[in-house]
């Protein structure tokens, strides 16, 4: 590892920073500095694990009465060190912090509410866990992180021998206390034994430097973690990997699995694979390596103590896969429940366990699979395992990876300060259901994408436009194609089982309304139609409900009928017989579908404007009814214009009506003669 500081860089901070518009006083050198260093830090992937680490720096800063205070900045909730700014550094009245130490004992909940009550700002973010570790630390500028090198020394039963011989006397040694008011005594006190050391090494936990700069504690943050890569490597051996494992089917492994998590809560999964992580799952030891535990807190609280392990074979059929997933499973949960019940027990408390299903499942033949409530949970919990592996694998080179015993990780784990780091989100109707949607670009499909995305699903979105599609702004994967690609379109489920894990629903929106009097219409203008109106919906929904009914969690499929299958205008022929046959395969799909909890049903717009409708044609049509076009598109019983959002809405209704199948919900006003009979 190297230094990034940059002489040019800090100074671009320190303009940028020292003095904030509108806040004189509330900021400094000091701080700027601390602002870089912070972001070099959490920039290096070999440092920093998702919201592990902080950093600090004791200054001078305004109170809200124009005197200049000692204050403590620390790194605040919320906020990551990659891109940190002095809101992420909140400061903390030193004095009264300090004060702090005189106490023989202090509660979690008393350590959080002193330290909000010593803030400058009240609004400011909750000074980290760990403020009172840095606040009792004498030198100016303190850093900690999780650095996979530090841990693979310290996570070792002969870590303190191992660590004098790496770095000497230049670090003091802190034996593992939980986090919060007894390590930050301790930690000051073994400093206090050694002030000439650059810094701490806590075992079990990570690295902490300190300096009388930023520079010089970032730096000595650098060397340190340089001087365990330089260790670990003299003591690396080239190992001959085992022949790879005959590779699974994703689309066949990972609906099944996704399902059988799904019984607890909604999960996305998320799939990982580079070298390591096959060396890794490649390993004779695997079953006993990766049982041991995680190294640090961050770990626990998500992606629980240990990973499942699976073992599988491209041979198997679905359902012996799903027989394997249930024993599996059925074990881990059992010991999940059974660690939660006798660590409770032995402390005398009472806790709410968490859900007993694993955030990591390692799979031979496809690669470290993570688990979460969305995207972002199971990249984080793909994250920290993957760390976890090159912790793991430099451990073992130099001795032997061992991490705390049960009942220290049961308090991190139901520690109220390392939950709160998960935070308590509002949920929302669609949260963990994957959706895919066709024609999403405009008109209905792009009304129907927002919604969706707004109920929190997940999305796969498709469409010919390539530049539209990116123009909605929607976080979802994008499809380019033509429906009437039917190996395409398959492949698009294909991607949602890939990227999510499964699939829990489709709005089958595309669409083309070819015109046409029946005795006149040629043949490929028909076909055309049919392959968009009606081929096209079948090959979705058919390689849809195979997905859906693998995982075995029911499902939707919407479809966009309209007015013309009940009500067909003449010269509409090409269209409205499509569109007809897409009515008769929705209700097969209801027949057929519903005893494996998959519902099928279709909204019957009319007059919403949108490129099916092309100002032509409507000009035309209202001139015919001798209307002007908007009073053409109010034409209807409640006399009012439907659109497209209406349209979503309806398509959104539907896929959270549990207990309706087989149904076409009309929303175009009220026309009597188009009504569904």
Not at 94 to 116: C, F, H, I, Y
Not at 349 to 372: H, Q, Y
Not at 386 to 403: K, Q, S, T
Not at 560 to 587: E, H, Q, R, V
Request: aromatic share 6%; with cysteine.
């Amino acid at each position: 590892m190297q230094s990034r500081w940059s002489d040019d860089e800090a100074r671009e901070f320190v303009a940028r920073y020292a003095s904030l518009p509108g806040r004189e006083g509330a900021s400094n050198e000091d701080v700027a500095l601390r602002v870089y260093t912070s972001r070099l830090i959490g920039r290096e992937p070999a440092l920093v694990l998702h919201g592990g680490g902080n950093t600090s720096v004791k200054t001078r800063l305004v109170d809200d009465a124009g005197e200049t205070v000692d204050v403590l900045c620390v790194k605040g909730s919320g906020w990551d060190l990659d891109a940190i700014e002095p809101a992420g550094l909140p400061a903390v009245r030193l004095d009264g912090l300090r004060k702090l130490r005189s106490r023989t004992s202090m509660s979690d909940e008393a350590m959080v509410n002193a330290q909000r009550t010593r803030l400058l700002d009240a609004s400011a973010p909750n000074p980290s866990v760990e403020t009172l570790l840095h606040a009792f630390l004498a030198p100016k500028f303190v850093d900690h992180s999780h650095a996979d090198a530090i841990l693979a020394l310290v996570d070792q039963p002969e870590a303190e021998s191992i660590a004098r011989e790496v770095f000497g006397d230049t670090f003091a040694l802190v034996p593992y206390v939980m986090p919060g008011f007894a390590l930050a005594k301790l930690a000051a006190e073994v400093y206090e034994a050694h002030p000439e050391v650059q810094g701490l090494l806590l075992l079990r936990h990570g690295l902490f430097t300190f300096g009388a700069t930023a520079r010089e504690s970032y730096e000595r943050h650098v060397d340190a973690v340089t001087k365990a890569e330089r260790f670990i490597q003299r003591h690396h051996v080239t190992v001959v990997p085992s022949p790879p494992r005959p590779r699974l089917d994703a689309t066949r492994v990972l609906p099944i699995l996704r399902g059988k998590l799904a019984t607890t809560r909604p999960t996305v999964l998320h799939v990982s694979n580079d070298d390591a992580i096959e060396s890794y799952l490649a390993r004779a030891d695997l079953a006993d390596v990766s049982q041991r535990g995680v190294p640090t807190p961050d770990h626990v609280i998500r992606t629980k103590r240990v990973p499942l392990l699976l073992e599988l074979d491209p041979a198997m059929e679905d359902e012996a896969i799903a027989a394997h997933l249930d024993a599996r499973l059925s074990t881990y949960r059992t010991a999940y429940r059974t660690y939660v019940e006798r660590e409770a027990a032995a402390k005398g408390r009472v806790v709410r366990p968490l859900d007993p299903d694993p955030r990591v499942i390692l799979v031979p033949g496809l690669g470290l699979v993570t688990a979460g409530a969305t995207p972002k949970d199971a990249r984080v919990a793909a994250d920290l395992h993957r760390h976890l592996i090159d912790v793991v694998e430099m451990a073992e080179v130099v001795g032997r990876y061992e991490v705390l015993p049960l009942g220290d990780v049961f308090d991190m784990e139901y520690w109220s300060l390392e939950q709160a780091k998960l935070g308590k989100a509002t949920p929302k109707p669609l949260d963990g259901k994957v959706v895919l949607v066709t024609g999403a670009a405009s008109g209905i499909g792009a009304a129907t994408a927002r919604r969706f995305a707004a109920a929190g699903a997940q999305l796969v979105l498709v469409d010919r436009d390539e530049a539209a599609l990116k123009e909605l702004g929607l976080r979802a994967e994008l499809r380019t194609l033509d429906v009437t690609d039917a190996d395409a379109l398959r492949g698009a489920v294909d991607h949602a089982v890939k990227t999510f894990g499964g699939l829990d629903g489709v709005v089958s929106n595309a669409g083309i309304a070819p015109q046409g009097a029946m005795h006149e219409v040629d043949d490929d203008t028909l076909r055309t139609s049919f392959e968009v109106n009606f081929h096209a919906h079948q090959t979705l929904a058919a390689a849809a409900s195979r997905t859906m009914r693998r995982q075995g969690t029911g499902g939707f499929l919407l479809f966009n009928a309209s007015k013309a299958a009940f009500d067909p205008g003449p010269g509409f022929g090409p269209y409205a017989a499509a569109k007809a046959a897409l009515i008769a395969l929705m209700k097969l799909y209801a027949v057929e579908q519903g005893p494996q909890g998959i519902r099928s049903n279709a909204v019957n717009a009319d007059r919403i404007r949108t490129a099916l409708l092309p100002p032509d044609f409507v000009a035309r049509r209202a001139a015919a009814r001798g209307l002007d076009p908007d009073a053409y598109f109010r034409s209807n019983l409640l006399g009012r214009e439907v659109t497209a959002d209406d349209v979503a809405e309806a398509f959104l209704f539907l896929a959270l009506a549990k207990s309706t199948t087989g149904c076409t919900v009309t929303v175009d006003g009220g026309n009597p003669s188009a009504s569904p009979r």
